[in-house]
């Protein structure tokens, strides 16, 4: 059984920080591209980060660059999301994503989907 299990989620101020880890199981992690995604009440599912198999490529939402780090541990079966001057408007239900390659997670085409974890960011 594939699990995808985010975690880290909170009740942070604005212009802090957050990291958010995702656990996948029941599949080889690094045979996976991998990929933040967040939806806020009343709004559409959005794309944050996305990062390849081995990590040497990551990409970003402009809303979110320079802001947001994406990373990968593949001996963990782990990725992470490092949230930095958080706004906001950055608040929301953060999923995780795997699927065959970063174009298809960047347009939600991923074969697995976590259930998320919520970020509030107060102002």
């Known amino acids: ?36 995604f967040r939806q806020a009440p009343g709004k559409e599912r959005e794309f944050v ?8 490529s990551a990409y970003y939402a402009d809303s979110v660059k320079g802001r947001f780090t994406i990373s990968r541990d593949n001996n963990k079966n782990t990725l992470y999301l490092k949230m930095t001057s958080l706004r906001p408007e950055d608040t929301g239900v953060y999923s995780c994503a795997a699927g065959r390659d970063t174009v298809m997670v960047r347009n939600g085409l991923s074969d697995y989907w976590g259930q998320g974890t919520q970020v509030t960011v107060s102002s």
Do not use: K
Not at 49 to 56: L, Q, R, T, V
């Open 1 to 36: 059984q594939v699990q995808l299990v985010e975690s880290g989620g909170g009740l942070v101020q604005a212009g802090g920080s957050l990291r958010l880890s995702c656990a996948l199981s029941g599949r080889t992690f690094s045979a996976y591209a991998m990929g933040w």
């Open 49 to 56: 980060a996305a990062i390849n198999w081995s990590g040497s």
